[in-house]
Structures are given as structure tokens and as C-alpha cells.
């Protein structure tokens, strides 16, 4: 499933396309992805695109009355063609704008949503999730109090959207290395001196992924329509069994909470 950083590289990717243009039609192929398509996307005809923005995973188009919702899922991708172009499979639905090109969302599993949030209001899916990673609402005190009477790995916690959204099992898996932060240890065991350095950790590791992704993201109107994922630079995560980059230990790969979790147990604890 996508990472926060490939969400934000798509928002930023598509976002000249769309944003000072109108939305002319909403064409949906196959309504029944992981939700059914609401009829209020549909009706969202000749309206002006405000901006493109993003909560978490999630994709924001706003319009006058609302945004609609855009979840990747597992495996969609968006491509921006030019109007008309022949469907392929698994090209589920189109967004037509008014110069000439189309915002395409293709995903072969359906696992992602096309939803609808009135203006005014917020999404249920939206609705409880803990703070942006960027933003200055996550902190130590925030991730302290999050963590006090917690018992669970501090990996699993990072992960729970309800603490802060975004830090998914890669960059979960990083930012523990980095920090020095053992990622079964319970979360109220994590020590205000790691805190300190977990929360600033977390930050940096995004934005440079989201860098990285900026500068290496195929353009989206380029003739696959495909940007892909871009290269990232990892130290621990998909390095199980390999040494450790700081002291040469080999790296441990465990499952927790049915997650690949790769850590060294020299440098952190």
C-alpha cells in the first residue's frame, strides 16, 4: 500500500493539472470499488477545482460544495491523459477537465475509494485521526501522552492512525533505527531523552522521502500514465539478515502485529 511520502508525491504531482481548472464530468466505469462511488461524485459537473489537498492517505479535491475522496488503496495509481483517451482494464474512473486532459484513477485490486465529504463537514473516515507528521500538532508532548499508559510495541502505536497518521511500517521501521528505539518495546517504556529524538526523527524521514520522490517521480502526463514509486534510501527495512549499516550486527527481522519488522539489537533498545 502506498506510503504517506507516495501520497503526498501523487498530490503534488497532480495537482497543476487540476487546481485553476473546472471538473467538466465525473465518469465511473465500476462504481463498486472498496465502497460504492456516492451519487454526489457524480453530480459534481462544470464545477471549479479550488485545490488539491491531503489528510493522512487520503487525496482532497475541493470543490464548492465539498471535496471528493481519493484512497489509493493497494493498488491504485492515477494518471492524467488527454480527454478521450481508450480505457484500458482497470480503469475504474475519470475525472474530465476543462483543458482537455483527465484525471484517471486505475486499481486492479479495487481496494481504493472514490467517497464524497460535504462542505462544512468531515468524512467519517477522516474524522478521528490523530495529527499530520509534518505538522506542528505532532510533538513530544503529543506522542508522550499517547504513549504513557500504553503497554503495546511503540512500532504498533506509531502505526495507529488515532496516535498520527502516516508513519505506515516502512518509515515506521526507519525512524526506530534511527532514534535508537528496540520497536517491541512497550510504548510507555519509550524514555523522554527518546521521545526527543523519535519525534524530530519521524519528521526528517518523511520529508526527505517526499523530496526524494519529487525529484525522481515520473512526470503523470508522460505517455504510460504510470509515475511509479520511487527509489528510496533505507537503512533497515528489507534489510533482514544483512549488517547493520552502523556497527556490521546482523539485522533481525520479526513479525509484529503482522508486520515485517527489521531492527538491530546492538543500536537500538
Not at 200 to 211: F, N, Q, S
Not at 215 to 222: A, N, V
Request: hydrophobic share 40%.
Amino acid at each position: 500500500m502506498p506510503e504517506l511520502p507516495e501520497v503526498e508525491v501523487s498530490r503534488q504531482g497532480i495537482s497543476p493539472y487540476l487546481e485553476d481548472h473546472h471538473l467538466v464530468q465525473v465518469i465511473a466505469r465500476q462504481r463498486q470499488l472498496r465502497w460504492w462511488i456516492p451519487d454526489e461524485v457524480l453530480a459534481q459537473l462544470n464545477q471549479p477545482i479550488l485545490s488539491v489537498t491531503r489528510r493522512a492517505k487520503y487525496l482532497l479535491i475541493q470543490l464548492p460544495l465539498g471535496d471528493i475522496v481519493l484512497h489509493l488503496g493497494m493498488s491504485g495509481h492515477l494518471k492524467v491523459l488527454p480527454k478521450g483517451t481508450p480505457a484500458t482494464k482497470h480503469d475504474h474512473v475519470d475525472l474530465v477537465l476543462s483543458s482537455g486532459m483527465t484525471l484517471r484513477l486505475n486499481d486492479t485490486r479495487r481496494f481504493g475509494a472514490v467517497l464524497w465529504q460535504p462542505k462544512g463537514e468531515v468524512h467519517p473516515l477522516l474524522a478521528k485521526l490523530g495529527p499530520e507528521p509534518l505538522s506542528d500538532s505532532f510533538n513530544i508532548e503529543q506522542l508522550a501522552d499517547a504513549f504513557a499508559k500504553r503497554s503495546t510495541a511503540v512500532k504498533q502505536v506509531l502505526m495507529d492512525n488515532h496516535v498520527v497518521v502516516g508513519v505506515g511500517n516502512i518509515y515506521a521501521n526507519e525512524a526506530l533505527f534511527k532514534a535508537g528505539i528496540l520497536p517491541t518495546k512497550p510504548a510507555k517504556e519509550v524514555s523522554l531523552q527518546q521521545l526527543e529524538a523519535l519525534v524530530p526523527v519521524i519528521k526528517t524521514t518523511l520529508a526527505e522521502a517526499i523530496k526524494q520522490g519529487g525529484t525522481t517521480l515520473k512526470d503523470f502526463s508522460q505517455a504510460d500514465g504510470k509515475p511509479g514509486y520511487f527509489a528510496q534510501q533505507l537503512l533497515v527495512y528489507g534489510r533482514g539478515a544483512k549488517p547493520c549499516i552502523t556497527c556490521s550486527t546482523v539485522l533481525n527481522e520479526i513479525r509484529l502485529g503482522q508486520r515485517s519488522t527489521v531492527f538491530c539489537a546492538q543500536c537500538q533498545r
